[in-house]
């Protein structure tokens, strides 16, 4: 028991780190370090109501044994992604009023819906009982809080205006996707190198998109993802072009940035 309560409490998302393993040329950081919260300890994350609807499955008998109190654990990761995604709660930061979070016998890994303040994020048992696979609880831990960061940033990102929304316009669901990612990717939630996907383009979205933002960040703005998030207050209509000429400068242009980063990370070679 103790033993497990040692393992829970090292990958809560308080203290749940992992190591980026980028070639030392694609960036300067090389170890995840914790994303300070403390100016959001007092901030109202929003009612959070958890509702297990499949007591009798083994994902949830997994998930209650790995992770005792669901709505501590939910509002620690609210704080983690509220403090990656802005400066501080002076920001205009999208308000969220209430998070239902579930867990349901169904197929797929997680989802958010909702809107107008109301947010309602599903994880799948099954999923969880997929993850356990080889008895191992510490990938079970990592990977529901990765999902849970990048769910919980759908909750709290804010959104490009006069594109479309995020069903008509792929440039709106690129960056919905790649900030969501982006900030499960800083906060190490995937595994660094092995999780980052080949080749692709930014626009493929998604982890494509996520590690093309924190390369930005780790060497071009320590504030890349926070400036990139409130660029959608500012830049109408929203373009990549017209959000990275306002956080980085005019000097510089998406698909530049795109190259060099390829090169960076050894896809490509001049």
């Known amino acids: 028991m103790n033993k497990l309560r040692m393992t829970i409490l090292s990958l809560m998302c308080v203290s749940a780190l992992s190591m980026i393993a980028m070639p030392a040329s694609a960036q300067k950081k090389e170890v995840v370090k914790p994303v300070n919260t403390q100016k959001w300890k007092k901030y109202d994350v929003g009612d959070i109501r958890f509702h297990d609807k499949a007591p009798r499955s083994e994902g949830s008998k997994i998930y209650s044994e790995l992770i005792p109190n669901p709505k ?56 969880i009982e997929n993850s356990y696979k080889g008895n191992d609880k510490d990938k079970v831990l990592f990977e529901t809080r990765g999902v849970l960061l990048h769910e919980l940033t759908h909750a709290y990102q804010l959104e490009p205006q006069g594109i479309g929304t995020y069903g008509t316009n792929r440039t709106f669901w690129v960056f919905i996707e790649g900030m969501a990612d982006a900030v ?59 959000a990275i000429k306002q956080v980085l400068g005019e000097e510089y242009d998406i698909e530049t940035l795109w190259h060099q980063y390829q090169l960076a990370v050894g896809d490509i070679k001049e």
Request: hydrophobic share 30%; glycine share 10%; proline share 3%.
């Open 72 to 127: 501590e654990y939910i509002a620690q990761c609210a704080r983690e992604v509220l403090a990656t995604l802005y400066f501080s709660p002076k920001d205009e930061v999208t308000p969220v009023n209430s998070i239902y979070y579930t867990l349901e016998d169904k197929e797929g890994i997680s989802a958010k819906s909702g809107g107008n303040g109301r947010v309602h994020i599903f994880y799948s048992t099954r999923h």
């Open 184 to 242: 499960r990717i800083a906060n190490g939630g995937f595994k660094g190198e092995q999780d980052r996907p080949k080749r692709g383009h930014y626009t493929d979205g998604y982890r494509h998109a996520g590690y093309f933002f924190v390369w930005l960040r780790d060497n071009y703005d320590a504030d890349f993802l926070r400036k990139f998030n409130l660029s959608t207050l500012s830049v109408v209509p929203w373009s990549f072009d017209g």
